[in-house]
C-alpha cells in the first residue's frame, strides 16, 4: 500500500518542476549520450556506451519513484489543521529543558525537510515525539545522544 505525503503547495510543485526537468532535459542529455557512445564503434567492447546506458536505467528509475511519490502526494489546506496541537505544518518553538535552548521549526513532509531553514520532517524523531503535543506540554524524544526532553512554548501556523 502506497504512502500518502502531504506538502505545501509550493513543496508539490516543486517537486512537479522536478519531473518535468528529469523527463524533458535529463532524458534528451542521456540520450545524446548514448548517441555520442554508439558513434564511437563496435558496442560489445563499449564501456562508454555502457556507463550511458546505466545512466538511463538510474535515470528512469528516478523518474518512476518521483512519480509514485506525487501519485500519492496531497496538498495539506493550512485552513483545516488545528492550531492547538503540533501536526504537520506547524511552525512550533520549543526548549531544551535540561540547557534552556529554544529552537523553531516547521514541520513538513521528509521530502521538503530542511534543517538550515528551520524545516524538519514529521517522520524524524523529533517530529515524532512533537506531533499532537500542546503548548505547556514536554516531549520526551529519543536521538542518538540519549532522550532529550523538549517543551512546547507555542505553536503557530
Known amino acids: 500500500m502506497a504512502k500518502i505525503s502531504y506538502y505545501?503547495?509550493?513543496?508539490?510543485?516543486?517537486?512537479?518542476?522536478?519531473?518535468v526537468e528529469l523527463k524533458t532535459k535529463g532524458r534528451t542529455a542521456i540520450a545524446h549520450q548514448i548517441a555520442e557512445a554508439r558513434d564511437k564503434g563496435d558496442l560489445s567492447e563499449n564501456a562508454e556506451y555502457d556507463?550511458?546506458?546505466?545512466?538511463?536505467?538510474?535515470h528512469?528509475?528516478?523518474?518512476?519513484?518521483?512519480?509514485?511519490?506525487?501519485?500519492?502526494?496531497?496538498?495539506?489546506d493550512e485552513s483545516?489543521?488545528?492550531?492547538?496541537?503540533?501536526?504537520?505544518?506547524?511552525?512550533?518553538?520549543?526548549k531544551n529543558?535540561?540547557?534552556?535552548?529554544?529552537?523553531?521549526?516547521?514541520?513538513?513532509?521528509?521530502?521538503?525537510?530542511?534543517?538550515?531553514a528551520?524545516?524538519?520532517?514529521?517522520?524524524?524523531?523529533?517530529?515524532?515525539?512533537l506531533l499532537?503535543?500542546?503548548?505547556?506540554e514536554t516531549a520526551e524524544i529519543k536521538v542518538p545522544a540519549g532522550v532529550v526532553e523538549f517543551e512546547v512554548i507555542e505553536i503557530a501556523r
Open 51 to 58: 556507463a550511458a546506458k546505466d545512466a538511463q536505467g538510474l
Open 8 to 19: 505545501t503547495e509550493e513543496g508539490l510543485n516543486r517537486l512537479k518542476a522536478e519531473l
Open 132 to 136: 499532537g503535543k500542546r503548548v505547556g
Open 80 to 94: 483545516t489543521i488545528d492550531a492547538s496541537l503540533v501536526s504537520v505544518l506547524s511552525k512550533v518553538k520549543i
Open 97 to 116: 529543558k535540561k540547557n534552556g535552548a529554544e529552537m523553531n521549526y516547521t514541520l513538513v513532509s521528509e521530502e521538503e525537510a530542511d534543517l538550515k
Open 118 to 129: 528551520g524545516r524538519i520532517s514529521v517522520s524524524s524523531p523529533i517530529g515524532k515525539g
Open 60 to 76: 528512469e528509475l528516478k523518474i518512476s519513484k518521483l512519480e509514485e511519490v506525487l501519485s500519492n502526494a496531497r496538498v495539506l
